[in-house]
């Protein structure tokens, strides 16, 4: 039972680091690194570099330029997408939500700083569970 609660936590946190990589146009070899780190006994790397690949792919076939506001805006519309059925299943899961915030805000400062649009999208996630925007800058500067 700890086994499978503990897969549901990664996995939630794994699809919610994709989002959060990918908010800034792209998701860069420091993020795919810290995913490999936190999905390495649950997913081959491969498998998630060429997931990471795809997504950043499929980001920038969408749009008419590599511009980076226009790679941003386009990344956000997927975000939009896909962020309610993680939130779901982070319901169903009944996660701990202070370590999830955690996680992404480590891995949104892998590139040595943490962007708005990747803020942004951790905050879309934990608005879902009663934080404020307050509450996930607190987590930020706990961080150090």
């Known amino acids: 039972l700890l086994f499978d609660r503990m897969s549901q936590y990664v996995s939630i ?11 800034d146009g792209e998701i860069d ?13 649950s997913k081959d790397q491969n498998e998630l570099i060429t997931e990471c690949n795809k997504l950043n ?4 076939n969408q749009c008419v330029d590599n511009e980076t506001d ?9 975000i939009k997408e896909e962020i309610p059925s993680i939130i779901d299943k982070a319901l169903i899961a009944n996660i ?3 370590s999830i915030i955690r996680n992404l805000l480590t891995l949104a400062s892998v590139d040595g700083m943490i962007d708005s649009h990747e803020l942004k ?3 879309l996630f934990a608005k879902e569970f009663g934080y404020s925007k307050g509450d996930v800058i607190q987590q930020m500067y706990n961080l150090n």
């Not at 070899?29 to 006994?41: A, G, N, S, T, V």
């Not at 792919?57 to 920038?60: A, D, R």
């Not at 226009?70 to 997927?78: D, H, I, M, Q, V």
Request: proline share 2%; glycine share 4%.
């Open 121 to 123: 999208v951790i905050y």
């Open 29 to 41: 070899d420091h993020e795919i690194d810290f995913l490999c780190q936190i999905m390495y006994y």
């Open 96 to 98: 701990h939500v202070p």
């Open 57 to 60: 792919h499929l980001i920038k």
């Open 13 to 23: 946190t794994y699809e919610l680091g994709l989002l959060v990589g990918i908010a």
């Open 70 to 78: 226009t790679l941003r805006a386009e990344a956000f519309n997927y």
